[in-house]
């Protein structure tokens, strides 16, 4: 197993600095988030804000060990407008969620260019072999997302769950990529700088 140090590292895009953050970090940082009720939804949460200790209860706080949390922020300047999750699960695979608490970045393209990059930097300096995510199935931005990024859908969850908003059941889809043909597309980056 490589090392996992050089997981927790700062990290760049094209437009964005992306920041390891530890448990305290992460939950300052996500005290508006944890108040919005569509994004606290989305992140199969609740639709009622969410107090610190429940927060740090239901969203697994990063430890930068098998539990990592990157801060967004735009090089443009200014503060941070969200934060991706990556957990490492499982044999040689990793979880990955998003959420982007500045609506002004919506639609931008925000979570392909950091997830592509992060991808990129657990594929290269982790034994990670595979990412997976899971996503309802009304939530179309985020099936858009795994899609373009060359993820298949393996299987869903028929009536998992129930929205927290409007009672209703609802249905999940997972979502895989295998190291090797994230490699072989388009988003791949041959030589990451690790």
Not at 15 to 31: A, Q, S
Not at 40 to 59: E, N, V
Not at 118 to 145: K, P, Q, W
Request: hydrophobic letters at 40%; proline letters at 5%.
């Amino acid at each position: 197993m490589k090392a996992r140090s050089k997981l927790a590292r700062p990290l760049e895009t094209e437009r964005f600095i992306l920041e390891p953050m530890g448990p305290i970090r992460f939950m300052i940082e996500t005290r508006e988030i944890r108040r919005d009720p569509e994004i606290l939804a989305g992140l199969f949460q609740t639709s009622k804000p969410r107090s610190a200790w429940k927060w740090a209860r239901t969203m697994s706080l990063p430890d930068n060990r098998t539990k990592f949390a990157f801060s967004i922020t735009p090089k443009s300047g200014g503060r941070s407008i969200g934060f991706h999750k990556v957990k490492m699960r499982g044999y040689r695979s990793a979880f990955n969620s998003v959420a982007i608490g500045d609506r002004e970045w919506w639609g931008k393209g925000v979570v392909l260019e950091v997830r592509a990059k992060l991808m990129n930097h657990f594929f290269s300096c982790s034994d990670v072999e595979r990412f997976y995510g899971v996503v309802e199935a009304r939530n179309t931005a985020s099936i858009f997302n795994y899609r373009r990024l060359g993820y298949d859908h393996v299987g869903s969850w028929h009536r998992s769950n129930q929205n927290p908003q409007t009672g209703e059941v609802v249905d999940f889809l997972n979502f895989e990529i295998f190291k090797d043909k994230w490699m072989a597309g388009p988003w791949a980056e041959k030589n990451d700088d690790a």
